[in-house]
C-alpha cells in the first residue's frame, strides 16, 4: 500500500478489500458433509484428530445452504448423480467442488463395467480441484483443500472480472 | 439332518415337485425344486417338527448363459437344530416367474425385490415387488447376460464398453 505504510498505529493493517474478502473466505472452507464410498472415510479421517481439518478452517456442515465446498467423496451412481446435482444447485454462491478420487474424477474401476456409475463427476457439475488416489490419504485432501485456498486468494470479488 | 436325509424327506412329500439332488460341482449340496412350489415346501421346511428351518440366510437370482434359464437359489438354515440346505428353482427368460416366500420369510422381501430389479424375475404373491436399487425409470434388468447397457440415462452419458 506503498504511502500509507506505517502511517497508523500498530494493529491496523491496510488492505484491500478483494484480498480481506478472499483471505477470509479461504480461512473457512466450511465443506458440505457427504460421503459417498470409501473416500468418505478418508474424509473423515482428514477431519478428525489426526489431521484436523479446523486448522484451516474447513469444518463439515449437514446443509448445503451452509456450505461453501462440496467434496464428492466416492462413486457417483447415477442414482445418486442426480441427487448431487440437485444437492450442489441448493448451495449459496460462491460454492465450489472438489472431486476426491478416481470414481470422482472419472469412473474409476466403473470405467469399464459400471453401466450404473457416472463416469466423472464433472459430467453434471462444474469442478474445482481433482484430487487423484483411490482412495486418496488425508494428505491429498488437505492438499486439496489448499490447492482451493490458493484459488479463492486469487478470485476477484468486486474488481471487475476480465472478459 | 444331513442333506441327503432332508431331499429324501421332501421327495416322500412333494412327489415330482422335488426333482433332483446335486452334490457334484456344486458348492453347497442344492435341492432343485418345482418354481411354482417353492412356497409350499419353503413352508414345511419352517414348520415340520424335524427340519425347523426358521431363518433364510440369503436368497440370490442367477443368470449362467443367454442361452439357459434363470435360476433362484434359496440358502436356509435352521438356528434350533444346526443343519443347513440350499434349494434353487429355475424359471424359463420369456416368462420368469417364482412363487414368492416373503410372507413365510421377512428376509425374502428384500432379496426377492433385488433379484426383481437386476434379472427382472416376477416373485408372484410379493406384497411390494418394485426396484430396490435402480431408479424406478431405469430399462433393463442390469445383471442378465444378454443385457446391453444405455447409452444414455436421464441425459448423463453412460460410456460404451469398447
Same mark, same amino acid.
Given at each position: 500500500m506503498g504511502a500509507l505504510n506505517h502511517k497508523f498505529n500498530e494493529n491496523i493493517l491496510i488492505t484491500s478489500l478483494d484480498k480481506l474478502l478472499n483471505w477470509s473466505r479461504s480461512g473457512s472452507e466450511w465443506y458440505f458433509q457427504f460421503g459417498l464410498a470409501c473416500c468418505a472415510i478418508e474424509m473423515m479421517s482428514a477431519a478428525a484428530a489426526r489431521h484436523d481439518l479446523e486448522r484451516f478452517g474447513a469444518m463439515p456442515r449437514s446443509s448445503p445452504r451452509q456450505a461453501d465446498v462440496m467434496i464428492v467423496a466416492g462413486t457417483v451412481t447415477l442414482k445418486m448423480a442426480t441427487r448431487v446435482k440437485r444437492l450442489y444447485e441448493q448451495m449459496a454462491e460462491p460454492k465450489y467442488v472438489i472431486s476426491?478420487? *478416481?470414481?470422482?474424477?472419472?469412473?474409476? !474401476?466403473?470405467?469399464?463395467?459400471?453401466?450404473?456409475?457416472?463416469?466423472?463427476?464433472?459430467?453434471?457439475?462444474?469442478? %474445482?480441484?481433482?484430487? !487423484?488416489?483411490?482412495? !486418496?490419504?488425508? #494428505?491429498?485432501?488437505? #492438499?486439496?483443500?489448499?490447492?482451493?485456498?490458493?484459488?479463492?486468494?486469487e478470485e476477484p470479488v468486486l474488481a471487475k472480472k476480465e472478459d | 439332518m444331513t442333506e441327503q436325509e432332508i431331499y429324501a424327506n421332501l421327495s416322500r412329500k412333494f412327489g415330482d415337485k422335488v426333482i433332483e439332488f446335486m452334490e457334484e460341482g456344486t458348492h453347497n449340496? @442344492?435341492?432343485?425344486? %418345482?418354481?411354482?412350489?417353492?412356497?409350499?415346501?419353503? @413352508?414345511?421346511?419352517? =414348520? =415340520?417338527?424335524?427340519?425347523? $428351518?426358521?431363518?433364510?440366510?440369503?436368497?440370490?437370482?442367477? %443368470?449362467?448363459?443367454? #442361452? +439357459? #434359464? $434363470?435360476?433362484?437359489?434359496?440358502?436356509?438354515? *435352521? @438356528?434350533?437344530?444346526?443343519?443347513?440346505? @440350499?434349494?434353487?428353482? $429355475? +424359471? *424359463?427368460?420369456?416368462?420368469p416367474k417364482v412363487a414368492s416366500i416373503a410372507n413365510i420369510h421377512r428376509t425374502a422381501d428384500w432379496h426377492e425385490r433385488e433379484t426383481f430389479d437386476l434379472y427382472g424375475i416376477n416373485f408372484e404373491g410379493h406384497p411390494d415387488l418394485k426396484r430396490i436399487l435402480m431408479e424406478d425409470d431405469w430399462e433393463g434388468y442390469p445383471l442378465r447376460k444378454d443385457y446391453v447397457p444405455a447409452e444414455f440415462y436421464r441425459g448423463m452419458r453412460i460410456e460404451k464398453v469398447k
Amino acid at each position: 500500500m506503498g504511502a500509507l505504510n506505517h502511517k497508523f498505529n500498530e494493529n491496523i493493517l491496510i488492505t484491500s478489500l478483494d484480498k480481506l474478502l478472499n483471505w477470509s473466505r479461504s480461512g473457512s472452507e466450511w465443506y458440505f458433509q457427504f460421503g459417498l464410498a470409501c473416500c468418505a472415510i478418508e474424509m473423515m479421517s482428514a477431519a478428525a484428530a489426526r489431521h484436523d481439518l479446523e486448522r484451516f478452517g474447513a469444518m463439515p456442515r449437514s446443509s448445503p445452504r451452509q456450505a461453501d465446498v462440496m467434496i464428492v467423496a466416492g462413486t457417483v451412481t447415477l442414482k445418486m448423480a442426480t441427487r448431487v446435482k440437485r444437492l450442489y444447485e441448493q448451495m449459496a454462491e460462491p460454492k465450489y467442488v472438489i472431486s476426491m478420487g *478416481s470414481c470422482a474424477n472419472s469412473g474409476g !474401476p466403473y470405467w469399464q463395467h459400471g453401466y450404473h456409475v457416472l463416469k466423472g463427476v464433472d459430467q453434471i457439475i462444474p469442478v %474445482d480441484v481433482y484430487i !487423484p488416489g483411490c482412495p !486418496p490419504r488425508p #494428505e491429498a485432501l488437505i #492438499e486439496g483443500l489448499m490447492h482451493l485456498q490458493k484459488k479463492m486468494r486469487e478470485e476477484p470479488v468486486l474488481a471487475k472480472k476480465e472478459d | 439332518m444331513t442333506e441327503q436325509e432332508i431331499y429324501a424327506n421332501l421327495s416322500r412329500k412333494f412327489g415330482d415337485k422335488v426333482i433332483e439332488f446335486m452334490e457334484e460341482g456344486t458348492h453347497n449340496p @442344492t435341492v432343485v425344486v %418345482d418354481a411354482g412350489a417353492i412356497a409350499k415346501i419353503v @413352508t414345511y421346511l419352517k =414348520d =415340520d417338527e424335524k427340519l425347523q $428351518f426358521d431363518s433364510l440366510m440369503n436368497l440370490a437370482g442367477h %443368470d449362467a448363459d443367454v #442361452e +439357459t #434359464e $434363470f435360476s433362484v437359489i434359496y440358502h436356509l438354515v *435352521s @438356528t434350533e437344530l444346526k443343519h443347513y440346505i @440350499t434349494l434353487k428353482v $429355475f +424359471t *424359463s427368460r420369456d416368462e420368469p416367474k417364482v412363487a414368492s416366500i416373503a410372507n413365510i420369510h421377512r428376509t425374502a422381501d428384500w432379496h426377492e425385490r433385488e433379484t426383481f430389479d437386476l434379472y427382472g424375475i416376477n416373485f408372484e404373491g410379493h406384497p411390494d415387488l418394485k426396484r430396490i436399487l435402480m431408479e424406478d425409470d431405469w430399462e433393463g434388468y442390469p445383471l442378465r447376460k444378454d443385457y446391453v447397457p444405455a447409452e444414455f440415462y436421464r441425459g448423463m452419458r453412460i460410456e460404451k464398453v469398447k
